[in-house]
Nanobody, 119 residues
Framework: QVQLVESGGGLVQAGDSLRLSCTASGRTFVGYVMGWFRQAPGKEREFVASITWTIGTTSYADSVKGRFTISRENAKNTVYLQMNSLKPEDTAVYYC????????????WGQGTQVTVSS
């Protein structure tokens, strides 16, 4: 059974940094893409960043480019989201997800971790 478990969320002030972690288990993720999404209150879930498990190719939403960095540590089956220069509009529940490379839909999701940025 595939499990994605996020951690690292919290309450910070604008300009601070946080690092989220997503530990994956239950299968090999070679050939998969790992992604981070977020959902703010009253808004739809939106894509934040993704990384291919095997090669490490990354992609970012325009709203986080230059501030967030996604990375992975294969030996620990863990994906990270380093978030710098946080803004109040980054406040959301952040979700880790995975999909098979070449497939558009993410089919595995974590439970989410809350990030709150105060002004």
């Amino acid at each position: 059974q595939v499990q994605l478990v996020e951690s690292g969320g919290g309450l910070v002030q604008a300009g601070d940094s946080l690092r989220l972690s997503c530990t994956a288990s239950g299968r090999t993720f070679v050939g998969y893409v790992m992604g981070w999404f977020r959902q703010a209150p009253g808004k739809e879930r939106e894509f934040v960043a993704s990384i291919t498990w095997t090669i490490g190719t990354t992609s970012y939403a325009d709203s986080v480019k230059g501030r967030f960095t996604i990375s992975r540590e294969n030996a620990k089956n863990t994906v990270y989201l380093q978030m710098n220069s946080l803004k109040p509009e980054d406040t959301a529940v952040y979700y880790c997800a995975s999909r098979r490379y070449g497939i558009s839909d993410y089919n595995y999701w974590g439970q989410g971790t809350q990030v709150t940025v105060s002004s």
